[in-house]
């Protein structure tokens, strides 16, 4: 349920109040909610095709369900290509995992910086590699 929360407050940002030229949104607010949104899109296949460059989706898309994800810093942006801190929150309950799940780790709560790059496809930004821990 606050996945689904923090997605939509992030649309309701990236939309903006009505007004002309308000609807516009930075490269830093686009890249940051690519990062943000990550872990949703992860519970479907088409959504976490959709938010990688073409070819560059891991296979492993079920584990990035499994973690929190937020710009740990500022992002370097060149151009149509942008790298990334970003801070990884692991032992985050996910509603996939059911409740069984989320007693048995709680407290196991990690943290970890990887780098991320991203490339602008067109008027949207996609993730180019977006390594997990481990």
Known sequence: MMRYLMIILSASMLVGCGGDGDT???????????VAGLGDSSADEQMFQAAFVAGAAPENRKD???YAYMIDGQAEISGDEATVPVKIIGGIVSSQEGDS?????????????????LQ?????????????PG
């Open 24 to 34: 516009q949104t930075t490269v830093e607010q686009d890249v940051l909610a690519q």
């Open 101 to 117: 799940a989320a007693r048995k780790k709680a407290g196991e709560k990690t943290e970890t910086k990887m780098t991320w790059k």
């Open 64 to 66: 990035y369900g499994k």
């Open 120 to 132: 602008r496809e067109g008027n949207e930004w996609k993730l180019k590699d977006a390594p997990l």
